[in-house]
C-alpha cells in the first residue's frame, strides 16, 4: 500500500529519525547502494527523495538529498549513491558507511517528480549515470505492481562497468511485460556492444521512446546538461510541456 | 532529535570563513545549479509581457523593451537553496518591486500577499512585505550578462531572503492577493514562507 503524507490537506511534518545501514551493495566501482532500515517510514512514492544528515564526532553537519530507489512494496529503504570525487558527503557514503552504522534522514520529500502504476498510458525513462536511482524505484513499483502498459528505459552510461542495476535491469526487461531498455555508453564500448555508443541525442529519443500521440509520461534525471537538453528535444518532438517531469542532480549548469 | 547519531568517521568540510552568511544546513557553492520540475522554457522576447494583476485583470502591463527601460536597480546578495547550496555574493541587475509599483501609479501594494505565475505553469506565494521596500526584484541580468534561461530568463522573481524556490524562474505575472496561498512547491509540502535562517525547507519545520 502507498501511503504518504503529502495527500492530505495538512502535510505531514517531516520529523528527523534516525536510519540505521542494514545493507550495502556495490552496484559500481564508483557507486553503493544503502539499505536503510528505518524505524517510522510512512511510506513513499516512487520518484521522492529524502535528506540526510551526517554528524561528525566533533558535531559538524551536512545534509544532503538522495533518491529513493526502492519500490513502495519493498521492506527496506534504498539510496543509491556515486561517489562524486572531491565531495563532501557522497563519499563517505559510498566507501567509508559500513553496516550498522547510523544517520539521520526525513522524508519523503517531493511530489512532482513520481510516478505510480495508477497512472495510464505508456512511461518513458530518460536516465543518465545515477539518475537512474527514482527510475528504478518506478521500474520496480511497476513490476511488483504488474503494471504491462508499454514502458522505456533509456539509459546512458560511462562505460558498461558504470552501468548501475544491470543484472536487475535484465531480469526486469525479461519479465515480458511490456518493458524495453536500451542503454547507451558514452565513453567506452565493450568489444560486440550491440546497444548506443553516443550521448542521448535527438534520433535516439525519437527512435526509442513514443510518439506524441501515445502521450507518454515522460520522467528525466541525471546530470544538469543531459536533463536540459533531452528535455529540450522531448518539447521539440511534439511532447507536451506538463507530460515532461525532470530531476536534476547536478553537477551545475554554467 | 536531542542526541543525534554520530556519523562515525564523517569529517566533513569545515565551514568556510564566512560561516555566519550561511545558514544552518547550508553549504557553499561556486557553480550555480540548475533546478526546476520540467523543461526550461524559451519564450521569444517578441512575445514576452510582464504584468501586475489583481482579481484576474492586469493592473498593468509592460512589453521587454517598455519593461528594460524602467528604471534598473542592481544588487549584489548571497542565495540560499532549499536543496543545502548557497551561493555568496551573487549580483543581479532588474526591476526593483517598489519600482514596479510605481510606475503603474500604485501609491500602496493593492494587497498584502502575492502569487507568481510563470511560463511552466510554476507558480509560488510571497507575502508583499517580503517583496516591497526594497526587499525583492524581477531579475533580467545576473553578473553583468542577460539571464540564461536555465536560470530563469528571461526574468526571474528575486527574493533572496528566502529559499531560491521562491525566486521564481520565467516570472510572467505577480498577482496580488488579500490572502496567503500556497503555491506550486509549496502544495507539495513545501514551506509556506521558507526563510533559510530558520531552516523552513518543508511544512512544519
Ligand atoms: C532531489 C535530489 C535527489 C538526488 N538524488 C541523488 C541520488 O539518488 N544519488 C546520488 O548519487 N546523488 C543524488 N543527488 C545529488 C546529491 O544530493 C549530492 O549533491 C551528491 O551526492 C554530491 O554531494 P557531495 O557532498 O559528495 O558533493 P559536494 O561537496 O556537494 O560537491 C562537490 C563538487 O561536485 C559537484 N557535484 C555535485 N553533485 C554532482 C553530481 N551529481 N555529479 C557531478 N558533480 C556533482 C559540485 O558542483 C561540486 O563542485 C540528488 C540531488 C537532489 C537535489
Not at chain 1, 495527500?7 to 547502494?33: F, H, K, Y
Not at chain 2, 557553499?28 to 501586475?52: C, I, K, Q, R, Y
Not at chain 2, 533572496?160 to 496567503?180: G, M, N, Q, V
Request: hydrophobic share 35%.
Amino acid at each position: 500500500m502507498i501511503r504518504n503524507g503529502s495527500d492530505s490537506a495538512v502535510p505531514r511534518r517531516l520529523q528527523w529519525q534516525t536510519a540505521e545501514v542494514s545493507g550495502l551493495i556495490d552496484e559500481t566501482p564508483r557507486v553503493r547502494s544503502l539499505v536503510l532500515t528505518l524505524p517510522d517510514w510512512p511510506g513513499h512514492k516512487p520518484g521522492q527523495h529524502v535528506d540526510i544528515r551526517l554528524t561528525g564526532e566533533d558535531g559538524y553537519r551536512a545534509q544532503r538529498s538522495y533518491s529513493i530507489a526502492s519500490a513502495p512494496e519493498s521492506e527496506n529503504v534504498m539510496l543509491t549513491v556515486e561517489r562524486i570525487e572531491d565531495g563532501e558527503v557522497s563519499p563517505y557514503l559510498s566507501i567509508d558507511v559500513r553496516k550498522g552504522d547510523k544517520f539521520e534522514l526525513r522524508g519523503p520529500i517531493g511530489g512532482h517528480f513520481v510516478w505510480t502504476s495508477a497512472l495510464q498510458g505508456p512511461l518513458f525513462l530518460i536516465a543518465g549515470g545515477s539518475g537512474v536511482a527514482p527510475l528504478m524505484a518506478m521500474l520496480r513499483h511497476r513490476a511488483a505492481a504488474k503494471n504491462k502498459a508499454p514502458a522505456t528505459l533509456l539509459y546512458s552510461s560511462r562505460a558498461f562497468e558504470d552501468i548501475i542495476y544491470r543484472t536487475e535491469l535484465e531480469r526486469l526487461a525479461a519479465m515480458g511485460d511490456g518493458l524495453k531498455i536500451v542503454h547507451t555508453l558514452t565513453r567506452q564500448q565493450p568489444a560486440g556492444w550491440a546497444g548506443g555508443a553516443r550521448r542521448i541525442d535527438r534520433a535516439m529519443l525519437e527512435s526509442e521512446g513514443f510518439p506524441p500521440a501515445a502521450r507518454p509520461r515522460i520522467f528525466i534525471c541525471g546530470p544538469t546538461r543531459l536533463v536540459e537538453s533531452a528535455s529540450q528535444i522531448m518539447l521539440d518532438l511534439g511532447h507536451e510541456a506538463n507530460l515532461i517531469k525532470t530531476e536534476r542532480f547536478g553537477p551545475t549548469g554554467g | 532529535m536531542a542526541q543525534p547519531p554520530i556519523s562515525r568517521g564523517f569529517r566533513g568540510r569545515k565551514p568556510p570563513v564566512q560561516s555566519d552568511r550561511i545558514p544552518p544546513g547550508q553549504h557553499l557553492v561556486h557553480d550555480f545549479p540548475v533546478l526546476s520540475a520540467g523543461p526550461t522554457p524559451h519564450a521569444p522576447l517578441s512575445e514576452w509581457s510582464f504584468s501586475l494583476d489583481q482579481g484576474g485583470k492586469a493592473l498593468k502591463e509592460w512589453s521587454w523593451e517598455e519593461f528594460n527601460a524602467l528604471p534598473q536597480t542592481r544588487l549584489k546578495t548571497d542565495i540560499h537553496c532549499v536543496t543545502t547550496w548557497s551561493k555568496l555574493d551573487t549580483q543581479w541587475r532588474g526591476v526593483s518591486i517598489d519600482d514596479l509599483l510605481k510606475a503603474a501609479g500604485l501609491a500602496e501594494p493593492p494587497g498584502d500577499f502575492t502569487m507568481a505565475h510563470c511560463d511552466g505553469d510554476y507558480t509560488t506565494n510571497v507575502p508583499v512585505d517580503d517583496l516591497a521596500g526594497g526587499k525583492g526584484m524581477v531579475a533580467t541580468h545576473f553578473e553583468g550578462e542577460p539571464l540564461a534561461p536555465e536560470h530563469g530568463g528571461p526574468a526571474r522573481l528575486l527574493v533572496p531572503h528566502l529559499y531560491f524556490w521562491k525566486s521564481a524562474k520565467w516570472i510572467r505575472t505577480l498577482e496580488f492577493l488579500d490572502s496567503d496561498e500556497p503555491g506550486f512547491w509549496e502544495q507539495l509540502g513545501y514551506h509556506i514562507y521558507g526563510d533559510p535562517w530558520q531552516e523552513q525547507r518543508y511544512a512544519g519545520d
